[in-house]
């Protein structure tokens, strides 16, 4: 934040919770709503392109069992728990009213959206998420960077 002249704002809280009520409340508390509010003045974001599977490394935050569901809806990315498919479709998982994280609208919105990624593991995710229309500039190594072209192009 201090390199781009701007303010950090921390969310502490769990990506995902058990009820729609719970997310509800958690969005009203005091510590997270000011928090919650800054979503929708964005200008700059910066996010990673998870892949489905996870690739070594990889921060499973949803669960296992959750990524074996959204690979059967045909999921092969995510940005910020938004899972996506090869055509960077959206698809409607089925916790997007649990998750405390801003969303693919606020993302949008965004003047300058940033995606970062590396690994040729991830290919099939970063073509996906430059399909969906959300990223504006894309980061990643050149053997990656070969490999999106190679399915955008094929």
């Known amino acids: 934040a201090q390199n781009f002249?701007?303010?950090?704002?921390?969310?502490?809280?769990?990506?995902?919770?058990?009820s729609n009520t719970l997310h509800d409340l958690l969005l009203k508390d005091?510590?997270?709503?000011p928090v919650v509010e800054k979503w929708e003045e964005l200008t700059?974001?910066?996010f990673g392109i998870g892949a489905l599977p996870p690739v070594p490394g990889?921060?499973?935050?949803?669960?296992?069992?959750?990524?074996?569901?959204f690979r059967g809806m045909g999921a092969v990315g995510d940005v910020c728990a938004h899972y996506f498919d090869a055509e960077g479709d959206f698809i409607d998982t089925g916790?997007?009213?649990?998750?405390?994280?801003?969303?693919?609208?606020?993302l949008r919105r965004a003047r300058t959206r940033v995606a970062v990624a590396s690994g040729v593991e991830r290919a099939e995710?970063?073509?996906?998420?430059?399909?969906?229309?959300?990223?504006?500039?894309?980061?990643?190594?050149?053997?990656l960077a070969a490999a999106v072209l190679d399915l955008l192009e094929g």
């Open 30 to 33: 005091p510590a997270i709503q």
């Open 44 to 46: 700059l974001v910066c």
């Open 95 to 106: 916790v997007a009213e649990r998750l405390i994280g801003v969303g693919v609208r606020q």
């Open 58 to 69: 990889m921060v499973v935050y949803l669960g296992e069992e959750n990524v074996s569901a």
């Open 5 to 18: 002249g701007g303010k950090a704002h921390f969310l502490l809280a769990p990506v995902m919770v058990g």
């Open 125 to 143: 995710a970063v073509a996906g998420a430059l399909r969906t229309g959300l990223v504006s500039t894309l980061i990643v190594d050149a053997q």
